[in-house]
């Protein structure tokens, strides 16, 4: 077991980002916690039922969206102030180059403060 040991290939920043799950019944609302250029672990207040690869739109902004494709990579319960959320660690598979650089722009940024 590699407890304590970071594996992850990028940076991550906790943001919270309002997000939609796109699956193929109904559009899932959920947010970010946290983000990297590679990834992100989403949170929502029920678990959504998902492929292994499904579609997000990441909301950076009221005029900014961020479509993504992504693998499902893990999921988590999670027990906050007495409330459950159900998180899925996910993978970006598709996403722009253009908005894979707003995301390293921004993860660069927040590393900072």
Known sequence: MNFGIEKRRHP??????PVDLIPPQETVRGETSNISVGGALLLFSEMPEIDDEFKVIL????????????????????NINGSVLHGIGARFTKITSVDRGVIATLVEVYQMI
């Open 12 to 17: 991550r920043v906790a943001l919270k980002w």
């Open 59 to 78: 909301k950076s902004s009221e005029e900014h969206r961020i479509p993504v494709t992504c693998k499902k990579a893990s999921s988590y319960n999670f």
